[in-house]
């Protein structure tokens, strides 16, 4: 048996461990947290996260090998094997702010992790970390004056919210990276041991330490790098009357290319992909390659220019004005599936209404508190509503921002008899049946599609 701690009971920390709980039940594991209310939450019947397939899993190793504790200290001098999954947000002040990662919570977790052991131990980053990270971890834990020897090992995480029980469940790949050293070797393989109790051997990969921080980047950057892509080329399609939908369906059945990561869309948010781009963009400078830098940094500026072009679609199509009119967006978390909305395009699109004095009505099935706590002062500007079909009545019109797939089985012929005539709708996340909704009277803009209006605004627009 093996005592794990995980510190950081959040997005990844919680449901990782759950899952790996449940396929070690040899092992004990206690998930720790400096914050009260979140170890209260992810005590009781209201965890902090909403993930599909969570409960279970918390319900059945919750207090069997399973606990969460605010007890950091202690139950970092009992554990063998740490992970460490604390926030590492984009550092807002100082040198390389705006970009570059904050470590500052990593760097008092090495610290807090040296003072409390007794006995050697492996540490886990399991937190997005630039490249190289684990070699100022290894300065700092292995400079004490204890005689005790930490191992630093990357094993990036690569679950996506919404999916991230089944991802943890039957991973594409685990990552795990350690020096090519006998203490490094043995630390890799007290954590191959871990995941081989449910993943197959041939999905675990081993490499050396810094090209598993490296390649967690990268993937994170291949993927927005598709969704940025997808998206320039919706810009065209919609100036051309190309169907990006069907584009993207010809490419994809490449097999070079495939089929996943091509949906267009308003564009994509998260706490990830932007973080980890401006992350690798930073490095990139650090390391003087400003081209590679540059060209990385324009897959952001595409996903900035993507939530833009939107507004300016609803503008130009709502007559130049959408002051005072009531606008209901449906969606406020940054994918479907989760309640979170760091970075989501959809409170984006929320601010940008609001600063055109729209009466914007937010309607979410899981994400509205989350999204209240996001707007901070512009929320008393919006009015939070449960129900889309209360949200749209009185509306001029609707934008689909989140890709919830109730929103697709709403009853539209209802909706639009509540609206204000002429009714539009803008879905962001192609996910309607847009001819269907043209039929029913609405004018209908969708990402990367020609539009299908009853008639063409002329009004010009600011110069
Ligand atoms: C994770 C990763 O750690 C991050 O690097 C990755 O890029 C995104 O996913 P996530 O689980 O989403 O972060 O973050 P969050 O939900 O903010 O959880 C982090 C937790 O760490 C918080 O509950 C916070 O209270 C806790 N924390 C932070 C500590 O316990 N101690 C600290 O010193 C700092
Ligand atoms: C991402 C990575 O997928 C995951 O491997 C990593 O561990 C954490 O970061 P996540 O941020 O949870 O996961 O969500 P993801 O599924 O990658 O979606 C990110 C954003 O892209 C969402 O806003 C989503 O709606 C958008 N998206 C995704 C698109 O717009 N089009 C697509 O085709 C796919």
Redesign the pocket.
């Known amino acids: 048996m093996a005592n794990i701690v995980c510190i950081g009971a959040g997005y990844v920390g919680g449901p990782t461990m759950a899952v790996m709980a449940q396929n070690c039940p040899h092992h004990r594991i206690v998930v720790v947290d400096i914050n009260e209310a979140r170890i209260a939450a992810w005590r009781s019947e209201h965890l902090p996260i909403y993930e599909p397939g969570l409960d279970e899993v918390i319900r059945a190793v919750r207090g069997e090998n399973l606990l969460f504790s605010t007890e950091v200290d202690r139950h970092i001098a009992e554990a063998d094997i740490i992970f460490v999954s604390v926030n590492t947000p984009t550092k807002m002040f100082g040198q390389g702010a705006g970009r570059a990662a904050d470590l500052q919570h990593w760097e008092k977790t090495a610290r807090q992790i040296v003072r409390n052991a007794t006995t050697p131990k492996i540490v886990v980053e399991k937190s997005t970390l630039p490249v190289r990270t684990a070699e100022a971890m290894e300065h700092i834990l292995n400079s004490n004056d204890k005689g005790l020897h930490f191992d630093v090992v990357s094993n990036p ?6 999916t991230a029980i089944r991802d943890m469940q039957t991973p594409d790949r685990v990552l795990i990276g350690a020096h090519h050293t006998p203490s490094g070797r043995k630390a890799l393989e007290a954590i191959v041991e871990i995941y081989a109790n449910w993943v197959p051997r041939e999905r675990i990969i081993t490499t050396n330490l810094w090209s598993s921080e490296l390649s967690k980047l990268t ?2 950057a291949f ?1 927005a790098q ?2 940025s892509s ?1 998206n320039a080329i919706s810009a065209l399609c919609e100036q051309t009357e190309a169907d990006v939908t069907e584009v993207a369906h010809a490419i994809g059945m490449d097999s070079r290319i495939g089929p ?6 308003v ?7 932007q973080k980890d781009i401006l992350n690798l963009v930073y490095l990139c400078e650090y390391y003087g390659l400003p081209e590679v830098a540059h060209y990385w940094e324009q897959v952001v500026r595409m996903n900035e220019y993507q939530e833009a072009r939107f507004v300016s679609n609803m503008m130009s199509a709502m007559f130049n004005t959408v002051a005072g009119k009531r606008i209901a967006l449906l969606g406020a978390a ?2 479907a599936h ?1 309640s979170d909305t760091r970075e ?2 959809a409170l984006a699109v929320c601010r940008a209404l609001l600063d055109e004095r729209a009466a914007v009505v937010l309607s979410d099935p899981h994400a509205l508190e989350n999204a209240r706590a996001d707007l901070g002062d512009q929320a008393a500007q919006v009015i939070f509503e449960l129900d889309p079909y209360a949200a749209a009545g009185g509306a001029y019109a609707i934008a689909v921002l989140t ?1 919830w797939p109730q929103f697709a089985d709403l009853d539209y012929e209802a909706i639009f008899k509540s609206m204000v005539k002429p009714a539009f709708i803008f879905d962001g996340r192609d996910i309607l049946d847009h001819q269907r909704l043209f039929d029913i009277g609405f004018n209908v803009y969708a990402i990367g599609k020609p539009p299908l209006a009853h008639f063409t605004s002329s009004v010009p627009g600011p110069s």
Do not use: D, M, Q, V
Not at 260 to 265: E, G, I, P, V, W
């Open positions: 995480e690569f679950l996506a919210e919404g993937a994170n993927l598709r969704i997808i996943k990561f091509l949906r267009a869309s564009g994509f948010g998260g706490s990830c992909l940054f994918k989760t989501s395009p890709e």
